[in-house]
């Protein structure tokens, strides 16, 4: 699995990869401009910049848009660890909670520090034959370090037959 993830780690770092990534698998985030900006075995980041494509009414990230960027910095970790996994592991959001806490302006940053957790889930999802569920956060910070938003993301991970 290890040899797995660092292969999906040089596809998202590759800046051709990631795009080609995007357009095929997740056009909106492409639009609304959601970047990994970092990411390794236990730590991803996630960054979206306030734009004309993500934009609301009130000069600020969409919410939608930031939802994006917060399960997408959870969801790469997700995917990092079913990469070319065999049996292989169908991967779904379950449920989402957010909480907000300041305007989203300039470039927000997502991150998720839940790597062994989701290495975990993974793991036991292809060992056992019944759904894994986990939760796992990902923190929203603008440019000055303040917190923006806050997600939970619950996922559900099977083995596929």
């Known amino acids: 699995m ?4 660092q292969i999906f780690f040089k596809k998202v770092k590759s800046r051709l990869g990631f795009i080609l990534f995007l357009l095929t698998r997740l056009p909106a985030a492409w639009f609304a401009g959601v970047k ?3 990411i390794n075995e ?6 979206i910049r306030y734009g004309w494509s993500n934009k609301n009414p009130f000069r600020s990230v969409y919410f939608a848009c930031l939802s994006m960027a917060a399960e997408m910095s ?9 990469y070319n996994s065999k049996p292989a592991i169908s991967m779904l959001v379950i449920k989402t909670e957010a909480e907000f806490y300041k305007k989203a302006k300039g470039k927000i940053t997502f991150v998720c520090n839940d790597g062994k957790q989701i290495e975990d889930a993974v793991n036991a999802a292809l060992s056992e034959n019944i ?3 986990f939760r796992s ?3 929203g910070l603008n440019q000055e370090g303040d ?7 619950t996922w559900s991970l099977k083995r596929k037959e």
């Open 36 to 38: 990994i900006s970092e």
């Open 2 to 5: 290890q040899n797995n993830r």
């Open 42 to 47: 236990r730590y991803c980041s996630v960054t």
């Open 131 to 133: 759904p894994v569920s």
């Open 147 to 153: 917190t923006v938003a806050e997600f939970f993301i």
């Open 137 to 139: 956060r990902s923190v």
């Open 74 to 82: 959870s969801g790469a970790l997700v995917m990092a660890n079913c």
